[in-house]
T-cell receptor
């Protein structure tokens, strides 16, 4: 399968714990995005990488959130000191250099209890 | 700020009936994209419209981009149970030519067999 893959698919954590999600984009795509989706809403943009450079971050991305893409391939999204409001599906997407059509992974569901 | 709105939020139809969802942007868009998300799944890219007044068809699905490039519609003819899911429209944020998109809140389609 050459689509976007995310791991883990589901994560239940206690409030205050740290969690990390991993995303492997489509191999020939150099742009990678993180979105967040809550029930009944459309995806909301969090951050975007072109190769290893993080070019944009949303105001939604508080200082408890950090994303990296160290070698321009896979990416990680870490949430520190999780809060119940962080419960959502975290979607990774990738796209080629040109155009703005993005291809989502299956998402990582986070439940903070 | 820039907003993308969709109506209706929910639609229940009998199998074989037609379905239409409408998308309106607060700003002129360079292009608009449509995604489908099955229950429990992730958004999957359907189509992109670029030109003013553009109409594209995919089998029973007809997509239209308004003349002013601020609205769009998706029409499904003779719905089937496989059409069940949430349909999102999305447009580029500002003048971005990246995958930083603003999504509508989606229209959830239920089809009764």
């Amino acid at each position: 399968d050459t689509g976007v893959s995310q791991d883990p698919r589901h994560k239940i954590t206690k409030r205050g714990q740290n969690v990390t999600f991993r995303c492997d984009p489509i191999s020939e795509h150099n742009r990678l995005y993180w979105y967040r989706q809550t029930l009944g809403q459309g995806p909301e943009f969090l951050t975007y990488f072109q190769n290893e450079a993080q070019l944009e971050k949303s105001r939604l991305l508080s200082d408890r959130f950090s994303a990296e893409r160290p070698k321009g391939s896979f990416s990680t999204l870490e949430i520190q000191r999780t809060e119940q409001g962080d419960s959502a599906m975290y979607l990774c997407a990738s796209s080629p250099q040109q155009g703005n059509t993005i291809y989502f992974g299956e998402g990582s569901w986070l439940t903070v209890v | 700020g820039q907003q993308v709105m969709q109506i209706p939020q929910y639609q229940h139809v009998q199998e074989g009936e037609d379905f239409t969802t409408y998308c309106n942007s607060s700003t002129t868009l360079s292009n608009i994209q449509w995604y489908k998300q099955r229950p429990g799944g992730h958004p999957v890219f359907l189509i992109q419209l670029v030109k003013s007044g553009e109409v594209k068809k995919q089998k029973r699905l007809t997509f239209q981009f308004g003349e002013a490039k601020k609205n769009s519609s998706l029409h499904i003819t003779a719905t089937q149970t496989t059409d069940v899911g949430t349909y999102f429209c999305a447009g580029p944020h500002g003048s971005s030519n990246t995958g930083k998109l603003i999504f509508g809140q989606g229209t959830t389609l239920q089809v009764k067999p």
